[in-house]
């Protein structure tokens, strides 16, 4: 069981399975993290032959999210003290539970699904000293399916070692970036967002604050690395209003296995 959810958490990072996961993943973008006035509204996203699909996001007077919907599906958002919850119309819940204005674990009720049976992944966070996110504990069922530790430097997440407790096997990716700064990045273009249940509102500590353009997975036991190259288009107020990421599965001698890629065109609404 475990062997099994580490491959689904492996394609996790391929766009490839943007499209199949897409109810899994939690399609949000934190309001306005960086103080521009301006709310991610909708994104139009184009995977090429695996189709295209559009989210819309709706915010309440103070600037939370409170339903995103795509395919006539919505989760909806609500909140606590301590606690953000989103639920969609057939019961599959996602939630945040919060201290100190950082998430300390999370729960997903049907992250996973064998035979028909939904199994629950919940997730525990710890940060480091400087206020970043750095050790993600995941448990499948209860059971602790891999542990991920972060790295950061000059404010940037530099490399996640994902150790999944079934064999041993250490996964490795490390990112690039540019000098853009990041505002308000979307999920596919923030690099903690394939590690953590993501959420809106900054709840998971400090963000790196460059725009990512690579990153290079690799595994200890696996003859292979898969990386990803993002591109963007900004706006006046830096919001990437267009973001590409190609991705490609290479061998150690340069043979490519598999290519993807995905486009989203973002709309903000500013103040």
């Known amino acids: ?64 999210l409170t339903k995103a919907t795509s395919d006539g599906e919505s989760r909806i958002y609500t909140y606590t003290e301590t606690k953000i919850t989103g639920v969609l119309p057939d019961g599959e819940k996602t939630e945040l539970t919060i201290s100190g204005g950082k998430a300390v674990s999370s729960y997903n009720s049907d992250f996973f699904n064998v035979n028909g049976v939904s199994i629950p992944v919940t997730r525990t966070y710890a940060y480091n000293a400087d ?43 490390t990112y690039e970036y540019s000098s853009q700064l990041a505002v308000n990045p979307y999920e596919t273009s923030d690099p903690i967002s394939v590690i953590v249940d993501y959420m809106p509102g900054g709840y998971f500590g400090k963000h790196s604050k460059n725009v990512v353009i690579k990153s290079i997975q690799r595994s200890a036991k696996l003859n292979a690395q898969l990386v990803s190259d993002y591109s963007y288009k900004f706006d006046a107020k830096g919001n990437a209003i267009y973001t590409s990421v190609k991705s490609a599965q290479k061998l150690s001698d340069g043979t490519v296995l598999n290519e993807s890629s995905a486009i989203f065109n973002l709309v903000y609404n500013c103040k």
């Open 1 to 64: 069981m475990q062997k099994t959810i580490k491959y689904v958490m492996v394609a996790f990072v391929a766009i490839i399975s943007i499209a199949s996961c897409k109810k899994e993943i939690n399609w949000n973008a934190k309001p306005d993290p960086n103080g521009n006035g301006c709310k991610l509204t909708t994104v139009n996203a184009d995977l090429g032959i695996l189709g295209q699909y559009s989210i819309n996001y709706v915010y309440d007077a103070s600037g939370k």
């Open 131 to 173: 206020g970043y996110l750095s050790v993600v504990k995941s448990y499948l069922d209860k059971s602790l399916n891999s542990t991920a530790e972060l790295t950061y430097s000059n404010g940037n997440l530099i490399q996640s070692k994902i150790t999944y407790t079934e064999d041993g096997e250490v996964e490795t990716t």
